[in-house]
């Protein structure tokens, strides 16, 4: 999962690095591993490591142009020390996703101009084969070829130097896009905060298989080219969108926040017997505390007053850790990144509000942490359905036998993870928040766009 972000002046701008620079940092949380840019001009700066570290104040001030696209990356392919955007001649892209049938489209549309490890390169092979002449009718052409032919999900952002901007999403609108504009700029982001720290108030949603083409005098054409069902990303809701972008004029707070009053029910069902005395609710922070701050209403709601207390405090430069590279620094990032307030927990019952279990390891050690400093019982409670198949549309799951629920009952999760309790969120209780026109391929197998 990454983030990607499109901008376009009318004027040329001498501070053009510093919003290049407020974007992308906007969407840091969606990817840590590597940050860059393709002007409007074509120039390309980018780098391993967070955008602080590459784009440090000597590089901010050295942008100024119209526009740029961008992206935060977050590897979904074997090769992890690339970073985009891809450029050939005239055009760079960067695109938030993955593709599964790379080897498919060279075969078919020949070889791009250069040499990549990133899926990214299967737009390159379409476009050198396609874009032979400048021109909207051939970017139409490139982008009906990629939507027909590509296989996976994503979001697409592409300058054609010095004559347009473009953006493109896939037919089923896996990948979340969002775009602002006013009379002076057009601003393209993977989440709506990033466009609301740039001014705009107003957000629109690039449809599922429509293509968006800002020409060099500013002039903006929409083109609805393959459109089918709705497969929105549930996991964006859940976990990777900041709590305050928008999806469908909510926020995401309000989404989670459901989530968490949704799952106290569920909780509540399948422990009728629970003794809540001396017991707290804490969230894992950050991204379950609208969840924890839910149940923690429910519960009031239903007459049970118990506190919501931090249980653990998250260093804050420290990461995510479900999208660091390999299992050995996950297991390390795990310590590092949260420790327990052992105030708060010492000889408590905790119930434990977190947003998913993907492997196990953060779970696993944050229980024993949680026991190490006094916690009584923890009762972790889970706002997603057990993940048990692989995401093949941008987060990088690629097989069952990484995901602890892939073959095991929930008491043998808990068991192996050491929670007194293990409470999912059923799939139910989830459409019943997001809807049933959504992607949960991660839970149920449900897959489209993959043959």
Same mark, same amino acid.
């Not at 080897?103 to 990133?118: A, E, M, R, T, V």
């Not at 084969?129 to 592409?158: H, T, V």
């Not at 057009?186 to 629109?204: C, M, P, Q, V, Y």
């Given at each position: 999962?990454?983030?990607?972000?499109?901008?376009?002046?009318?004027?040329?701008?001498?501070?053009?690095?510093?919003?290049?620079?407020?974007?992308?940092?906007?969407? &840091?949380?969606?990817?840590?591993? !590597?940050?860059?840019? %393709?002007? $409007?001009?074509?120039?390309?700066?980018?780098?391993?490591?967070?955008?602080?570290?590459?784009?440090?104040?000597?590089?901010?001030?050295?942008?100024?142009?119209?526009? $740029?696209?961008?992206?935060?990356? %977050?590897?979904? @392919?074997? @090769?992890?020390?690339?970073?985009?955007?891809?450029?050939?001649?005239?055009?760079?892209?960067?695109?938030?996703?993955?593709?599964?049938?790379?080897?498919?489209?060279?075969?078919?549309?020949?070889?791009?101009?250069?040499?990549?490890?990133?899926?990214?390169?299967?737009?390159?092979?379409?476009?050198?084969?396609?874009?032979?002449?400048?021109?909207?009718?051939?970017?139409?052409?490139? #982008?009906?070829?990629?939507?027909?032919?590509?296989?996976?999900?994503?979001?697409?952002?592409?300058?054609?130097?010095?004559?347009?901007?473009?953006?493109?999403?896939?037919?089923?609108?896996?990948?979340?896009?969002?775009?602002?504009?006013?009379?002076?700029?057009?601003?393209? !982001?993977?989440?709506?905060?990033?466009?609301?720290?740039?001014?705009?108030?107003?957000?629109?949603?690039?449809?599922?298989?429509?293509?968006?083409?800002?020409?060099?005098?500013?002039?903006?054409?929409?083109?609805?080219?393959?459109?089918?069902?709705?497969?929105?990303?549930?996991?964006?809701?859940?976990?990777?969108?900041?709590?305050?972008?928008?999806?469908?004029?909510? &926020?995401?707070?309000?989404?989670?926040?459901?989530?968490?009053?949704?799952?106290?029910?569920?909780?509540?069902?399948?422990?009728?017997?629970?003794? $809540?005395?001396?017991?707290?609710?804490?969230?894992?922070?950050?991204?379950?505390?609208? #969840?924890?701050?839910?149940?923690?209403?429910?519960?009031?709601?239903?007459?049970?007053?118990?506190?919501?207390?931090?249980?653990?405090?998250?260093?804050? %430069?420290?990461?995510?850790?479900?999208?660091?590279?390999?299992?050995?620094?996950?297991?390390?990032?795990? $310590?590092?990144?949260?420790?327990?307030?052992?105030?708060?927990?010492?000889?408590?019952?905790?119930?434990?509000?977190?947003?998913?279990?993907?492997?196990?390891?953060?779970?696993?050690?944050?229980?024993?942490?949680?026991?190490?400093?006094?916690?009584?019982?923890?009762?972790?409670?889970?706002?997603?359905?057990?993940?048990?198949?692989?995401?093949?549309?941008?987060?990088?799951?690629?097989?069952?036998?990484?995901?602890?629920?892939?073959?095991?009952?929930?008491?043998?999760?808990?068991?192996?993870?050491? !929670?007194?309790?293990?409470? %999912?969120? @059923?799939?139910?209780?989830?459409?019943?928040?997001?809807?049933?026109?959504?992607?949960?391929?991660?839970?149920?197998?449900?897959?489209?766009?993959?043959?």
């Amino acid at each position: 999962m990454c983030g990607i972000i499109g901008y376009l002046d009318k004027r040329k701008r001498k501070d053009m690095g510093e919003i290049v620079y407020i974007t992308l940092e906007m969407l &840091q949380h969606r990817g840590q591993d !590597a940050a860059g840019i %393709y002007t $409007f001009e074509g120039e390309l700066i980018k780098g391993q490591g967070s955008v602080e570290q590459v784009f440090r104040k000597d590089v901010i001030k050295s942008i100024e142009g119209r526009g $740029f696209i961008g992206q935060t990356r %977050y590897p979904t @392919t074997k @090769t992890k020390e690339e970073a985009q955007p891809l450029r050939n001649k005239i055009c760079g892209m960067v695109h938030n996703g993955h593709i599964v049938n790379v080897d498919f489209i060279l075969n078919k549309y020949g070889d791009p101009g250069f040499k990549s490890g990133i899926d990214l390169i299967a737009f390159f092979s379409i476009f050198k084969n396609i874009y032979k002449e400048n021109g909207i009718k051939k970017l139409k052409e490139f #982008a009906q070829r990629a939507l027909e032919d590509l296989r996976g999900g994503f979001s697409l952002l592409g300058i054609v130097k010095d004559k347009f901007m473009f953006a493109l999403r896939d037919p089923y609108g896996i990948r979340p896009l969002f775009y602002s504009k006013d009379d002076e700029r057009i601003a393209i !982001a993977s989440e709506t905060i990033a466009l609301e720290k740039l001014g705009f108030d107003k957000f629109h949603e690039i449809e599922r298989g429509e293509l968006l083409i800002i020409d060099e005098n500013f002039n903006t054409q929409k083109f609805e080219l393959l459109k089918k069902e709705n497969k929105f990303c549930s996991f964006e809701i859940v976990y990777f969108s900041r709590t305050t972008s928008r999806y469908r004029e909510k &926020q995401i707070f309000d989404y989670r926040e459901e989530l968490g009053k949704k799952l106290c029910d569920i909780f509540l069902e399948t422990h009728k017997n629970f003794d $809540f005395r001396d017991t707290v609710i804490g969230p894992v922070p950050e991204t379950s505390r609208a #969840a924890a701050e839910g149940f923690f209403k429910r519960l009031k709601e239903k007459g049970i007053e118990i506190p919501l207390v931090d249980v653990l405090e998250k260093h804050r %430069y420290g990461g995510r850790n479900f999208i660091k590279p390999s299992e050995e620094i996950r297991r390390q990032q795990v $310590f590092y990144t949260l420790t327990p307030l052992e105030k708060n927990v010492r000889g408590k019952k905790v119930i434990l509000i977190d947003d998913s279990i993907v492997r196990g390891t953060t779970s696993r050690k944050i229980v024993r942490l949680l026991k190490e400093k006094g916690a009584k019982e923890v009762h972790l409670s889970i706002t997603f359905p057990p993940i048990r198949y692989s995401c093949f549309y941008g987060i990088d799951t690629p097989t069952r036998e990484e995901l602890i629920a892939s073959f095991k009952k929930v008491e043998e999760v808990a068991k192996e993870i050491g !929670a007194d309790t293990l409470t %999912y969120m @059923t799939l139910e209780g989830l459409k019943s928040v997001l809807g049933e026109e959504i992607c949960y391929a991660c839970h149920d197998g449900s897959y489209v766009n993959i043959e």
